[in-house]
């Protein structure tokens, strides 16, 4: 890998009181389920997919030489509540790499016990791995920002969930893994020289270009804030459900991190909770953009020490009008309008009524008004009135040299909670190639129609069939 240049920044953190070298632990027979050709040419890695030493280290072996594993403390708030330190029970990280002047960090997750792994084991099951694998690469082809993963490995290795399952790694990619968890880790603390150190390495690995002055800090907060309003809005607009928005899985880079139990909405449904151990509703999804902002009151807390609290509090109260004009920008990018169409909020809240009715799919929003035509899951009949009414006036607030850029981001098929449920079923059967098929479909591109996908995700089961997904992976 001569033009991919390796380095440990983490490592000039002091030892211990941020991190602790940890040596993974190897997945017994272990077996490549998939590699990720777009994620190893975006990182300038392909040799690895062949090379002698990879499957090892990539299953938790003996690491590539390149790599120095380590495991990095924070704290976070789960479900509104403070759960004290948390930090990387089970994934390690391995260093990043500066390929083409794109800077990326890598993190084998699943790869056994750190000093962080509290009650946990350790280990990443290959149902909830192949979920987190095939969704960086879905999310990204939506235009979301994400972790990506460039591989992923099974095993004999058993791991005890509701039942017995089998464990897996998977190797994910980052521009960044911090997490407003990081800094609350120390701010909980009060040990503000550590805070002082973990916050001037965030802004350096996210945000170097700030002036190095006293105004650096609220700068950085400023940045943070428009990622996430950003990311929130990202999510909102494609009818994605984190499902644990805690703050330890909150990233400072404003990318989508900690796939869990996440999901898409069928129909529109701010209530809807895809985690069934939410039992509040605290991460439904219509509650993001305001978790999202409770999350950076959380981060702007972390600041307080170092810069007046007026100054953060100014900025923060400004966080649901970037939402609302992320937004706004979003939806109408997704629509090919321009964003300061006056027309557009009010199509939006209608085409919302009409993909809120049971038997519509939501995802489909973006096709069906781009195309013109019949979509592939929602009963949607020609004749309806809102449909005929809201295609006519888009007709008229579109703009066609936004169209093909609109198109390629508009999915033709959903990584649905049923396709995964199909596709997970087939791979236990011994019918892993179903990774790669699907993997492969997201890199042809979501907006056209996908055999394997139909095959697996074809039928969505009875719109009124509840379905929740555990926080167990
Ligand atoms: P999550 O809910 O996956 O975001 O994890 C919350 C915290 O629990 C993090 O500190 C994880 O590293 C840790 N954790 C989750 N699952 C395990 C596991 N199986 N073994 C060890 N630690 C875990
Ligand atoms: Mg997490």
């Not at 000093?115 to 909830?128: E, F, I, K, N, Q």
């Not at 069928?266 to 909770?273: G, I, L, M, N």
């Not at 809120?356 to 949607?380: I, N």
Request: aromatic residues 10%; negative net charge.
């Amino acid at each position: 890998m001569p033009n991919v240049r390796w380095s440990h920044p983490y490592r000039s953190l002091p030892e211990e009181r941020f991190w602790h070298s940890v040596v993974p632990t190897p997945l017994e027979n272990p077996r490549w389920v998939d590699w990720n050709p777009s994620v190893s040419r975006l990182l300038g890695v392909d040799e690895l997919a062949t090379r002698a030493d990879s499957l090892a280290a990539f299953a938790a072996g003996t690491p590539l030489p390149e790599w120095q594993p380590l495991a990095q403390v924070y704290s976070g708030h789960q479900f509104g509540q403070w759960a004290g330190q948390l930090g990387d029970g089970r994934g390690l990280y391995l260093g990043q790499t500066t390929y083409n002047g794109d800077c990326r960090e890598w993190h084998l997750k699943g790869a056994g016990m750190t000093p962080y792994s509290r009650m946990g084991d350790g280990r990443a099951v290959l149902r909830s791995s192949i979920r987190e694998y095939l969704v960086g690469d879905y999310m990204h082809a939506l235009g979301v920002p994400t972790t990506r993963a460039l591989a992923l490995v099974e095993s004999d290795t058993p791991v005890r969930r509701e039942s017995w399952e089998r464990g897996a790694t998977l190797c994910r990619i980052a521009h960044s893994h911090l997490r407003i968890g990081h800094l609350e880790h120390f701010y909980y603390r009060n040990e503000h020289d550590a805070l002082r150190t973990m916050l001037e390495f965030s802004i350096n690995q996210l945000d170097s270009d700030l002036p190095e002055d006293s105004t650096r800090p609220l700068l950085f907060f400023e940045r943070v804030l428009e990622r996430s309003a950003a990311l929130v809005a990202a999510w909102m607009a494609v009818g994605f459900v984190h499902g644990v928005m805690n703050t330890d899985n909150t990233a400072l880079s404003g990318e989508t991190l900690d796939y869990g139990p996440y999901g898409f909405i069928s129909h529109w449904d701010p209530e809807f909770v895809i985690n069934h151990t939410d039992h509040t509703g605290r991460y439904a999804y219509g509650q993001q953009p305001s978790v999202m902002y409770w999350n950076m009151a959380r981060l702007a807390e972390t600041l307080t020490p170092f810069v007046e609290i007026d100054d953060l509090k100014a900025l923060l109260d400004g966080f649901p009008a970037r939402y609302r004009s992320a937004y706004g920008a979003e939806m109408a990018a997704r629509l090919a309008v321009d964003p300061s169409h006056p027309d557009l909020d009010a199509w939006v809240s209608d085409a919302q009524t009409l993909f809120g009715q049971a038997g519509r799919y939501y995802p489909e929003l973006f096709y069906w008004a781009l195309h013109d035509q019949e979509v592939f899951l929602s009963s949607m009949t020609p004749s309806d009135p809102l449909a005929r009414d809201l295609h006519q006036r888009w007709q008229s607030m579109h703009e066609s040299k936004r169209l093909e850029t609109a198109r390629e981001r508009a999915p033709a098929w959903m990584l649905s909670h049923w396709l995964l449920d199909a596709l997970i079923t087939r791979v236990e059967q011994g019918e892993t190639e179903w990774v790669s098929a699907i993997r492969g479909a997201i890199e042809q591109g979501i907006s056209t129609q996908s055999d394997a996908a139909s095959e697996l995700g074809g039928h969505p089961p009875a719109p009124t069939e509840a379905f929740h997904l555990s926080c167990s992976s």
